[in-house]
């Protein structure tokens, strides 16, 4: 596709729930990042792909989050168990190749997830 | 210490002011630096790149300081439409490959 598409745009669930958020890349591009953003706050680093391999996941912020990325493409993220303070918008990006070699990032308009 | 950090702002200004952000990283292996604009509830656009001589952009002027480590970014003659909050972006090599780092960001208003 042109951008970063990601889905569902807003999502609102019951706390306790499980959800599933979606990242369609840039094609092409083969870095994949997610991130998280609460209200007024800056961005947290998640997790990020390189193809289908994650070499750092110490961003998740517990064992309740989990990603994978399948085909080099699309990627899923998985809150179980949602708790309130999970409620932020959650934000991914992708590079054609990882930022560290000067790779400009592009963020899709994000997921809003509401816990309540 | 956090690893990329800015002065929270906001900062807010006149329209025709000029403006300058700072952002200091904390790794000194830190390889790309980038400012990104955020506007309100949306996704942050990379607004420019940084490198050690320095870039400009029309109004936007941007500088490394290696040796110090620090950013910064100049906006010159501001207009409302650079009401957003800027964020500073650093990526640097770790044992799990590269991570990339956002600033909190610095809230800019400029004011009719």
């Known amino acids: 596709g042109a951008g970063v598409s990601q889905s569902p745009s807003n999502k609102v669930t019951e706390k306790g729930k499980d959800v599933e958020l979606r990242c369609d890349p840039i094609s092409g591009h083969t870095a994949l990042y997610w991130y998280r953003q609460s209200l007024g706050q800056g961005l947290e680093f998640l997790i990020y792909f390189q193809g289908n391999s994650a070499p750092d996941k110490s961003g998740l912020p517990s064992d309740r989050f989990s990603a994978e990325r399948t085909g080099g493409s699309v990627s899923t993220l998985t809150i179980q168990r949602t708790q309130q303070e999970d409620s932020a918008v959650y934000l991914c990006a992708s590079s054609l190749a990882l930022a560290g070699s000067g790779n400009t990032i592009y963020f899709g308009e994000g997921s809003w997830l509401t816990v309540v | 210490r956090k690893e990329v950090e800015q002065d929270p702002g906001p900062f807010n200004v006149p329209e025709g002011a000029t403006v300058a952000f700072n952002c200091t990283y904390s790794?000194?292996?830190?390889?790309?630096f980038f400012w990104y604009r955020q506007d309100c509830r949306k996704e942050p656009k990379l607004l420019m790149s940084?490198?050690?001589s320095g870039n400009e952009d029309g109004r936007f002027t941007a500088q490394l300081n290696r040796a110090s480590q620090y950013i910064s970014l100049l906006i010159r003659d501001s207009k409302l439409s650079d009401s957003a909050t800027y964020l500073c972006?650093?990526?640097?090599?770790?044992?799990?490959?590269?991570?990339?780092?956002f600033g909190a960001g610095t809230r800019l208003f400029v004011k009719a």
């Open positions: 972006v650093v990526t640097a090599r770790n044992t799990g490959g590269f991570k990339t780092i």
């Open positions: 790794n000194s292996a830190s390889q790309s």
């Open positions: 940084v490198y050690s």
